[in-house]
């Protein structure tokens, strides 16, 4: 939404602005509230698409906290391999 549309940059959106648009739509449908200000040139949005872009980043930060507790790394130490001694001058140009 920050672009001005929902189509933005190719780079930005791997699914096609279609696809977002119809998405957008059910949920408008499932809030019963208009979530964008739509014209034939920007989009922006509406009050109540403020709040839920609010209640939105507060979720993905959740989202991102919980992932982060589970994939944190306490593993300490030394590894040591093992090798035949002449492993070097066997690959050696």
């Keep these: 939404m ?4 929902v189509g933005g940059p190719p780079y930005a959106f791997t699914t096609p602005p279609s696809a977002v648009s119809l998405q957008l739509g059910k ?3 499932v809030l019963s509230t208009q979530l964008l200000h739509r014209n034939a040139r920007r ?3 509406t009050e109540q698409g403020e709040v839920l ?3 939105a ?3 993905t930060d959740t989202n ?3 992932r982060a507790a589970f994939h944190t ?3 300490t130490g030394h590894v040591r391999l093992g090798a035949p001694p ?3 001058t066997a690959h050696a140009v």
């Excluded at 920050?2 to 549309?5: L, P």
């Design 43 to 45: 989009i922006a949005l």
């Design 27 to 29: 949920l408008e449908d």
């Design 73 to 75: 790394s306490s593993l």
């Design 2 to 5: 920050n672009r001005g549309g």
């Design 57 to 59: 980043g507060r979720l």
């Design 64 to 66: 991102d906290e919980a």
């Design 86 to 88: 002449d492993l070097d």
């Design 53 to 55: 872009l609010a209640y």
